[in-house]
Structures are given as structure tokens and as C-alpha cells.
């Protein structure tokens, strides 16, 4: 942890923090919702170790990045914008880029629009944009929300979920991190009928020290959103129907760099948000598909559930960039 350098910049227009440990060639890590460059903790020192300039920012609107309050400003101009920034702050024309979740999907974005930027992909969990062409994200959230509680579509509306989520943290970010584990199946709280908070839909957790997370971390993540509030991150969410329409002139072309895939067994977003049978359908999205793993046993927040493994894998993969 001594080791850890955080550092703050303005870059694309906003105040960006990011942690960098390391020397060599740029690794960038990019975090996903409910998250924080806290997520890649385990990995930071490992990769460093390994030869490697590691820098993982507090993605826009999270953590001790600033959080613009409008939902437009969460396009794929604005995110591509950063990696772009940041690049160019790093004295970097390239990187390899690791990420999940909504990092993970800014990362293709880069890709496709800047592939000269992206040495590499290694992806975690989301093989590839789960966009419909025939429907917008937040269009097919709310068919699903009429049938059922759906986060997305809770998320929308500006206002009550923020408040709800401002005012409790804790019982938040405590039962959301053990719903999106392996210990819990997620699509279990669509039981839950239109209309129900997501405080009140996600299960109640065991205290910690769990097998797979310290007090100590989610302590941290508490006091990071806390401070920040979590109007960032639903931004993320209602900026879907923006990023899903600018992706249009990529939509069916794929990328070129070299592409690793880290899953997870008990992944939700594997099991219900990019198709029937995603795997197979990677190189669908991919032309240089170089790796594809599943780690057992692990859920969504795998960097920290299954961190020995996810290490392992990351560092293996880097090791073709040497």
C-alpha cells in the first residue's frame, strides 16, 4: 500500500484520481459501478512487480474523480475524452487497457474509435456491449421493469434513487457487494415486483470479514461514496441510450487488438445480459481473440473474490506484450 502513488490532474476538463505503482510499459485498469480503483488493489502491486507501469483512476463521477451532474456529460465522447486525456497526461500513445463492467465498455469504445491508443484488451466479465440494435438499453430495461424490478430502470428517473442511496451507503454498498458475489444469485431479486427500491430488493448480507473481503475495504468504498454520492454512477446508467446511438457507425465491426477474456462462473452479467451463449460468440466482436478463462466459483466482483487467480491470469496475458 506504500507504494501507491495517488495522484490528481485535470484532465478532458474534469479533476481526475488516479493511483499509478510501477515502472515499464502502461497498464490501465478502468472500474466499473458500484466501484473504485480500490477494486484493483490486489492486482496494482503484483502487475507493478511484474514489470509494469500500473495506473488505475477513479473512473468520471466516482470516488475523488469529479462528478458532473448531468447525465449527457457520460457519453462516449466524454468517456473516450478521458482515456484519451489521460493517455496524454501519462506521456503515453499507448496501453494496455484491462477493465469491467462500465470501464470495460469505455475501453471498447476506445478501441474502436482510437485503436491506435489500445496496445491491448483484457477484458473481465463483459465479452462485449450488450446493446440490442433493435431497441435501446434503457428502452428494454423498461419493458423488463414493467414484469419485475430492474436496477436500470430504477436508475433513471433523476432524484429518488439518488436520495435513497445517498441516504444509506452502508446497507447499499454492504448488500449489493455480497448480491453480486458468488455467494448470492443475483437474478434472484427480480422476484421483486415493479415499483421496489433496490435497497429493499437486494438481500441482506453476513457481516464481514467475508471469505473474499476485508471491513477494512468496505469501509473504504463507504467513505468514497459517502463523500461523493452516487449520483456519478447512475449517470452512467442514464447516459445508456446516448452511448447506444453514438455507437452506431461500430455497431457489427470488431476490434483489432490483441483480446484476453477473464470470466467468471457465476458472473450476472454472463448469465443475463450479453445472450444466450455469450462465450462462443466473442469472436463475433473480437478479431484477435487471443485467450478465453473462467475462473470457478466467483461472481461479479471477481478482482477481489478470486484475486489470486485474476492475477495470475492478468499477469500471464501481459506477459505477450514483453
Known amino acids: 500500500m506504500a507504494q ?7 484532465i478532458n476538463g474534469i479533476a481526475m484520481h488516479y493511483v499509478e505503482q510501477g515502472e515499464g510499459p502502461l497498464l490501465i485498469l ?42 449527457s456529460a457520460y457519453d462516449v465522447d466524454h468517456t473516450v475524452g ?13 496501453a494496455v487497457f484491462a477493465g469491467l463492467d462500465f470501464g470495460l465498455f469505455a ?8 485503436p491506435d491508443r489500445v496496445r ?57 457487494f455480497y448480491a453480486l458475489s458468488g455467494d448470492f444469485h443475483y437474478i434472484d431479486i427480480w422476484r421483486h415486483p415493479p415499483g421496489t427500491r433496490y435497497i429493499d430488493a437486494l438481500p441482506e448480507a453476513p457481516p464481514l470479514p467475508w471469505r473474499w473481503l476485508e471491513e477494512w475495504e468496505l469501509e ?26 453514438q ?24 448469465e443475463s445480459w450479453h445472450g444466450d451463449d455469450p462465450i462462443p460468440a466473442i469472436a463475433d466482436h473480437h478479431a484477435n481473440v487471443r485467450r478465453i478463462e473462467i475462473v470457478p466459483g466467483a461472481g461479479h466482483m471477481m478482482q477481489l473474490e478470486a484475486s489470486p487467480a485474476v492475477t495470475a491470469l492478468m499477469a500471464e496475458f501481459l506477459k505477450d506484450f514483453r
Open 30 to 71: 478502468c472500474h466499473g459501478f458500484p466501484h473504485l480503483w480500490l477494486s484493483w488493489h490486489r492486482q496494482i502491486p503484483a502487475l507493478a512487480a511484474a514489470g509494469w507501469r500500473v495506473v488505475a483512476p477513479d473512473m468520471r463521477g466516482m470516488g475523488q474523480t469529479e462528478v458532473p451532474p448531468d447525465a
Open 4 to 10: 501507491w502513488l495517488h495522484r490528481h490532474a485535470r
Open 120 to 176: 491491448g484488451i483484457i477484458a473481465l466479465q463483459n465479452p462485449h456491449f450488450p446493446d440490442r440494435p433493435d431497441i435501446s438499453p434503457l428502452a428494454e430495461a423498461a419493458e423488463w421493469a414493467a414484469r419485475h424490478f430492474v436496477h436500470i430502470d430504477y436508475f433513471v428517473p433523476v432524484g429518488p434513487a439518488d436520495r435513497d442511496l445517498d441516504a444509506q451507503p452502508r446497507t447499499f454498498l454492504h448488500r449489493l
Open 107 to 114: 475501453i471498447y469504445d476506445l478501441a474502436h474509435r482510437h
Open 220 to 245: 473504504w468504498f463507504i467513505s468514497e461514496y459517502s463523500r461523493s454520492g452516487f449520483t456519478g454512477g447512475l449517470n452512467w446508467y442514464r447516459a445508456m441510450d446516448i452511448r447506444w446511438r
Open 247 to 270: 455507437r452506431a457507425p461500430y455497431r457489427g465491426h470488431r476490434t483489432s487488438q490483441p483480446y484476453y477474456f477473464i470470466g467468471s462462473e457465476k458472473d450476472v452479467d454472463l
Open 82 to 94: 478521458d482515456l484519451v486525456g489521460l493517455l496524454d497526461h501519462l506521456g503515453a500513445e499507448q
